[in-house]
């Protein structure tokens, strides 16, 4: 134990091998310049240059290891800042001299300051030098106007007029410019005479700080009593039982913990958490010895804990004039609850000790890293600096280090005076009025543990495991998911009103539906997929305000995605051991608010599937083991886990067949093939592969077995398999494989997003992450580069809801499109656009556009199809009759409020604006949705606007270009048409 309360690593006292100096410096003395310092060549001093001869006053005399390591002097009172001054003992004496008339010397000086202050007084007092005498100026001739009998004014009169004033004013601003210079001087010389009757304070303030000093220790030995005796700490007894066994050494354990985060399992209750007026439900929830283990996994250890690390919201009001004040009643209490406590523990007995000295407490003993991090100097773009006894800083370093070792020796007292005086492991081996602070007692009956010592086994943190895992989401997928987190018209928008309403700050659309009872802590459900994505489906109940709607239950669509997926699990691969590590890990326990709920739910499942699964998972073991396909017992559980869900997902109905049928012989078949690709060395099929690639100059980038017992391979596209209007290529080029002795046979390939898949086991991925260090300022810096495959399964995220085939077909729509316009009446046009209003009921007149595929385009390398677009109505009356503009017209102002502009609108009069064609962008996906359509227009699909601005132009530079960010890749003969200011922007004709 002492060895880690005092690390070997950190800076020793360096021997020394100074000889004692009559004239060593004390505090309250004057110090005089031998010679003329120019601190740039000397590194050991902290000071501005000093001419020689310059007195200064000494205030203290900084001590490390027990000698004098630091002067420090105060600067000169004429100086104008009060920065101080420090010289290390290395080179005091090199610069410095006695000066025993300092004294005097100030004096003098302050005389002289006397003398300049009434010297400046009197200036002050006199007129500026340059300013014309008052009698010089003459009278005002102004006086002269007016006369009776004379002219009201002459020439002369505004002459002298006019310099009479620029005399005035030439005298004032001279007299104003005389007062500030003069004023200024004054309060300088003022601030200066402070200055020297701060010194002499100093003077007298440095000798009484030495002189005190032994008054400090005794302080400090005062205070240290204090904490033995047990004022201000309380100690609570949470947990009676037996105590721990005589011979146990007591374990402090270096981590902090939270009640909130360890006791979530415990206390369903309390929905926010534990906090410090909870004192019952913590009694409850420690009664339970698992949750002790986890917490202190020692008969006798302490650790320190906090009720919680975030903010509580304690009370909760709705009235504007309160919320103030409840929230600083929230922080208080929040700031209560994240106090840092001792938890101790004795066997079966726990105690609760609480004191200010833990405050700021993150562990309770110093570690070896934070005691050498007090000796090491940061500096940006350096490296650390390790501090020795000849550096400025190193005396400032010991004081820290010593302050530091002083909090966690208080810890001891403290635990030595509950020893001694209240009795506190009396049942121990730890004997009373022992010295806790000596090594001997430390080494016998304390040992420090580490944080690290206690992981047990290292895994993904959850959030990545939890990626890992709902990697595999995909139709058919088993989930666990928490609706109430979700509650959004964005993910599941059939529990909320179409038409959005003002709610007096936003406009927002209005929950209708609530969450079922039965789904409000969450569920666990089979995942489907429809035109948008991935869902599964949520029961509602009705939660409005209409007492006679008819439909009062619903299944809504909780859409798959984005922030959905913090609260969603994927189940199939999950096994027990899983969800064991992450609810007992003390490295996770600090995200368990995170996954708590999720939990909940996924163990219940777990457990379920394991025990339907039972007897098929015993029979394929058995085969297993049988066969000896592998010794690692655990890793091959883990391996048949996920080749039954290989297997299950493989099949059409996702589901396990009924045992007896032909089905589930080929079921339990599959998986024994599975299980063998699983766990068998595949070294072979991976070297044959390699071998292939080779001799055909292809790039292999993954090897699978699928849930059907098929081995396939993933490769680079070829130019001829690679569309090329997709941009760079996102679709892998994929291969059924089929091993023999010659080697490998391949099957017709087909086009596949690089992704993990929930029927699809990855056996080989063929590149790996390449990591280097690189220096960065001075530091050595870890970089990796993500492998190939990485690469490729970040590529195609825009698609990733869409086959390769479904992209294609998308760029196939122009020539539909095309001939739609061509053969359209105008009459069928205005009747389309009459009904497109009418279907949408949203209180407003929506008018439909015509939306056309003209072409393709690269957004940022994400491709897109180039859409023309024309409101409906307008096109109808460019084109059409007279009848048929009559018509239009008509149902503007039979539809609209106020029609008259929109009248001028369609008319093009009177500073109206005729809607035209105008050029957009769609993304595949939404194009592939609406290939069932007339056109893109027909169900509101957006559209994002395009400017040709945007577009790169192949006769620019590449400067010029920079800020271009779309390339139009093809253009059809309409889209020439409608825009031909495209044709010399575009790479080919479609």
């Known amino acids: 134990m002492s060895q880690d309360l005092v690390p070997s690593d950190v800076v020793r006292p360096a021997q020394s091998d100074r000889s004692f100096r009559f004239d060593d410096p004390t505090p309250g003395t004057y110090w005089r310049t031998k010679k003329k310092l120019k601190t740039k060549n000397v590194e050991q001093c902290e000071s501005p240059d000093l001419p020689k001869g310059i007195v200064l006053l000494l205030t203290e005399v900084v001590q490390a290891d027990g000698e004098p390591h630091t002067y420090v002097m105060a600067g000169h009172p004429l100086w104008n800042d009060d920065d101080e001054l420090r010289f290390h003992v290395d080179i005091f004496h090199d610069y410095?001299?006695?000066?025993?008339?300092?004294?005097?010397?100030?004096?003098?000086?302050?005389?002289?300051?006397?003398?300049?202050?009434?010297?400046?007084?009197?200036?002050?007092?006199?007129?500026?030098?340059?300013?014309?005498?008052?009698?010089?100026?003459?009278?005002?001739?102004?006086?002269?106007?007016?006369?009776?009998?004379?002219?009201?004014?002459?020439?002369?009169?505004?002459?002298?007029?006019?310099?009479?004033?620029?005399?005035?004013?030439?005298?004032?601003?001279?007299?104003?410019?005389?007062?500030?210079?003069?004023?200024?001087?004054l309060g300088m010389q003022a601030k200066q005479l402070a200055g020297f009757h701060t010194e002499k304070a100093n003077v007298a303030l440095?000798?009484?700080?030495?002189?005190?000093?032994?008054?400090?220790?005794?302080?400090?030995?005062?205070?240290?009593?204090?904490?033995?005796?047990?004022?201000?700490?309380?100690?609570?007894?949470?947990?009676?039982?037996?105590p721990a066994p005589r011979g146990e050494k007591l374990r402090v354990l270096q981590d902090c913990l939270a009640f909130d985060e360890e006791c979530a399992l415990h206390v369903e209750s309390c929905p926010d958490g534990l906090d410090h007026t909870m004192a019952?439900?913590?009694?409850?929830?420690?009664?339970?010895?698992?949750?002790?283990?986890?917490?202190?996994?020692?008969?006798?250890?302490?650790?320190?804990?906090?009720?919680?690390?975030?903010?509580?919201?304690?009370?909760?009001?709705?009235?504007?004039?309160?919320?103030?004040?409840?929230?600083?009643?929230?922080?208080?209490?929040?700031?209560?609850?994240?106090?840092?406590?001792?938890?101790?523990?004795?066997?079966?007995?726990?105690?609760?000790?609480?004191?200010?000295?833990?405050?700021?407490?993150?562990?309770?003993?110093?570690?070896?890293?934070?005691?050498?991090?007090?000796?090491?100097?940061?500096?940006?773009?350096?490296?650390?600096?390790?501090?020795?006894?000849?550096?400025?800083?190193y005396a400032k370093a010991q004081r820290r280090q010593m302050g530091m070792l002083d909090v966690y020796a208080k810890?001891?007292?403290?635990?030595?005076?509950?020893?001694?005086?209240?009795?506190?492991?009396?049942?121990?081996?730890?004997?009373?009025?022992?010295?806790?602070?000596?090594?001997?007692?430390?080494?016998?009956?304390?040992?420090?543990?580490?944080?690290?010592?206690?992981?047990?086994?290292?895994?993904?943190?959850?959030?990545?495991?939890?990626?890992?895992?709902?990697?595999?989401?995909?139709?058919?997928?088993?989930?666990?998911?928490?609706?109430a987190r979700c509650m959004n018209d964005e993910y599941l928008p059939g529990a909320f009103a179409t038409q959005e309403r003002y709610n007096g700050r936003t406009y927002e659309k209005e929950r209708v539906f609530d969450l079922d009872r039965s789904v409000q802590d969450g569920m666990v459900s089979r995942v489907q997929a429809d035109?948008?994505?991935?869902?599964?489906?949520?029961?509602?109940?009705?939660?409005?305000?209409?007492?006679?709607?008819?439909?009062?239950?619903?299944?809504?669509?909780?859409y798959l995605e984005d922030a959905v997926l913090s609260h969603t699990l994927v189940l199939d691969r999950v096994i027990a051991s899983d969800l064991t590590y992450y609810l007992s890990s003390r490295k996770q326990r600090r995200q368990y608010q995170a996954y708590i709920e999720l939990f909940k739910m996924a163990r219940t499942w777990v457990a379920a599937r394991d025990e339907a699964e039972a007897t098929l998972r015993a029979e394929i073991l058995k085969a297993a083991e049988a066969g000896r396909i592998s010794e690692d017992r655990p890793a091959l559980l883990r391996a048949v886990?996920?080749?039954?869900?290989?297997?299950?997902?493989?099949?059409?109905?996702?589901?396990?067949?009924?045992?007896?049928?032909?089905?589930?012989?080929?079921y339990v078949k599959t998986a024994m093939t599975l299980l063998y690709g699983l766990v068998s060395d595949n070294q072979r099929r991976i070297e044959s592969i390699t071998a292939w690639a080779a001799a055909n100059g292809r790039v292999p980038l993954r090897l699978v077995l699928s849930g059907k017992s098929d081995w396939a391979v993933y490769c680079e596209p070829t130019s001829a398999e690679h569309d090329a209007r997709l941009g760079d290529p996102a679709y892998a080029a994929m291969y059924p494989v089929t091993f023999n002795d010659d080697g490998v046979e391949l099957g017709p390939v087909s086009m596949r997003l690089l992704r993990l898949r929930n029927y699809e086991h990855v056996v080989h991925d063929f590149h790996t992450d390449v990591v280097s260090v690189v220096k960065e300022w001075g530091h050595d810096v870890t970089r990796t580069t993500p492998s190939l495959v990485k690469d490729w399964s970040a590529r195609g995220q825009a698609l990733a809801t869409l086959s390769y085939e479904n992209a294609v077909s998308a760029f196939e729509l122009r020539h539909k499109h095309e001939a739609w316009l061509a053969e359209v009446s105008n009459a069928r046009l205005?009747?389309?656009?009459?009904?497109?209003?009418?279907?949408?009921?949203?209180?407003?007149?929506?008018?439909?556009?015509?939306?056309?595929?003209?072409?393709?385009?690269?957004?940022?390398?994400?491709?897109?199809?180039?859409?023309?677009?024309?409101?409906?109505?307008?096109?109808?009356?460019?084109?059409?009759?007279?009848?048929?503009?009559?018509?239009?017209?008509?149902?503007?102002?039979?539809?609209?409020?106020?029609?008259?502009?929109?009248?001028?609108?369609?008319?093009?009069?009177?500073?109206?604006?005729?809607?035209?064609?105008?050029?957009?962008?769609?993304?595949l996906a939404d194009a592939h949705a609406c290939r069932e359509l007339e056109h893109l227009g027909a169900d509101g699909m957006p559209v994002l606007r395009l400017e040709i601005d945007n577009i790169v132009d192949p006769s620019l530079s590449a400067k010029a270009n920079e800020d271009r960010r779309v390339v139009v890749?093809?253009?059809?003969?309409?889209?020439?048409?409608?825009?031909?200011?495209?044709?010399?922007?575009?790479?080919?004709?479609?």
């Open 96 to 185: 410095w001299e006695p000066a025993p008339d300092g004294a005097q010397v100030r004096e003098q000086e302050l005389a002289d300051l006397h003398d300049d202050m009434r010297e400046t007084q009197r200036l002050l007092m006199s007129p500026p030098p340059d300013a014309a005498p008052a009698g010089l100026i003459g009278h005002d001739p102004v006086e002269q106007v007016g006369v009776p009998g004379q002219a009201l004014a002459t020439v002369d009169t505004i002459k002298a007029i006019e310099a009479y004033a620029e005399q005035v004013q030439d005298r004032a601003k001279a007299l104003a410019s005389w007062t500030k210079k003069h004023t200024t001087a």
């Open 206 to 242: 440095a000798v009484a700080k030495a002189q005190t000093e032994g008054v400090q220790v005794a302080q400090r030995v005062a205070a240290n009593l204090q904490v033995y005796v047990g004022n201000g700490i309380e100690v609570m007894q949470i947990r009676e039982g037996e």
């Open 280 to 393: 019952e439900e913590l009694s409850a929830a420690l009664a339970d010895n698992s949750l002790v283990d986890r917490m202190i996994p020692y008969a006798l250890g302490m650790v320190v804990v906090k009720f919680r690390r975030s903010f509580k919201e304690f009370v909760k009001t709705t009235d504007p004039k309160m919320e103030a004040a409840t929230h600083r009643f929230n922080s208080q209490m929040s700031e209560d609850s994240k106090r840092s406590r001792l938890l101790l523990r004795d066997g079966d007995r726990l105690y609760l000790i609480e004191s200010e000295l833990f405050d700021n407490l993150q562990q309770l003993m110093p570690n070896q890293r934070e005691m050498i991090d007090t000796f090491s100097e940061h500096r940006w773009g350096s490296a650390p600096k390790e501090l020795k006894r000849e550096d400025l800083n």
């Open 411 to 483: 810890v001891l007292i403290a635990l030595w005076g509950l020893r001694d005086t209240q009795g506190l492991l009396a049942d121990s081996a730890i004997p009373a009025f022992a010295n806790w602070l000596d090594p001997a007692f430390q080494d016998a009956f304390l040992e420090l543990c580490s944080h690290d010592r206690l992981i047990g086994e290292e895994r993904p943190d959850y959030a990545e495991w939890r990626r890992e895992q709902n990697s595999f989401l995909a139709p058919g997928s088993t989930v666990a998911v928490v609706p």
């Open 531 to 558: 035109k948008r994505g991935l869902f599964v489906e949520v029961p509602l109940v009705y939660g409005g305000y209409n007492k006679e709607v008819r439909r009062k239950t619903r299944n809504g669509k909780l």
């Open 641 to 666: 886990v996920s080749a039954m869900a290989i297997a299950r997902m493989g099949r059409r109905d996702r589901s396990i067949p009924e045992a007896g049928t032909p089905a589930h012989k080929a």
């Open 830 to 923: 205005f009747r389309l656009a009459e009904r497109y209003n009418e279907v949408r009921k949203t209180g407003s007149v929506e008018r439909m556009s015509i939306r056309l595929a003209i072409g393709t385009l690269l957004v940022r390398g994400e491709p897109k199809l180039l859409v023309a677009s024309k409101d409906a109505l307008q096109h109808v009356y460019d084109t059409g009759s007279k009848a048929e503009q009559v018509d239009c017209v008509t149902w503007i102002f039979s539809t609209y409020a106020k029609p008259e502009s929109h009248i001028r609108n369609i008319k093009g009069v009177d500073g109206g604006r005729p809607s035209q064609w105008r050029m957009g962008t769609m993304t």
């Open 969 to 990: 890749t093809t253009l059809t003969e309409l889209g020439a048409k409608l825009f031909p200011e495209l044709i010399p922007l575009t790479r080919a004709a479609a």
